[in-house]
Nanobody, 123 residues
Framework: QVQLVESGGGLVQAGASLRLSCAAS????????MAWFRQAPGKEREFVSA???????YYADSVKGRFTISRDDTKNTVFLQLNNLKPEDTAVYYC?????????????????WGQGTQVTVSS
């Protein structure tokens, strides 16, 4: 079984920054696409960002210009740099991995998920 473990969340003030990481372990994993999703209470899980096999990067409109995704395939790790955080960014952030070579923002297309890390932004 493949396991994804997120870290780096916390409580910060608006305008601050955080750096999230997600490490994959277990059997050999073809992490063609690695992505970040987030979910606030009472809301659906939503796509945040992803990076694919060709190093293309994708972002939700709500985070463009503020968040940056990167990956280290040697370490099977993906990062998300969150800058200029806003209260509306408050959510549990999940990393996900997809062995498919076709990029998608659909949650049900991803093969592996982490347990989530809480990001809370105060005003």
């Amino acid at each position: 079984q493949v396991q994804l473990v997120e870290s780096g969340g916390g409580l910060v003030q608006a305008g601050a920054s955080l750096r999230l990481s997600c490490a994959a372990s277990g059997r050999t994993l073809r992490t063609i696409t690695m992505a970040w999703f987030r979910q606030a209470p009472g809301k659906e899980r939503e796509f945040v960002s992803a990076t694919t096999w060709d190093s293309s990067r994708y972002y939700a409109d709500s985070v463009k210009g503020r968040f940056t995704i990167s990956r280290d395939d040697t370490k099977n790790t993906v990062f998300l740099q969150l800058n200029n955080l806003k209260p509306e960014d408050t959510a549990v952030y999940y990393c996900a991995a997809d062995e498919s070579r076709i990029f998608t923002t659909r949650t049900n297309a991803y093969d592996y998920w982490g347990q989530g890390t809480q990001v809370t932004v105060s005003s």
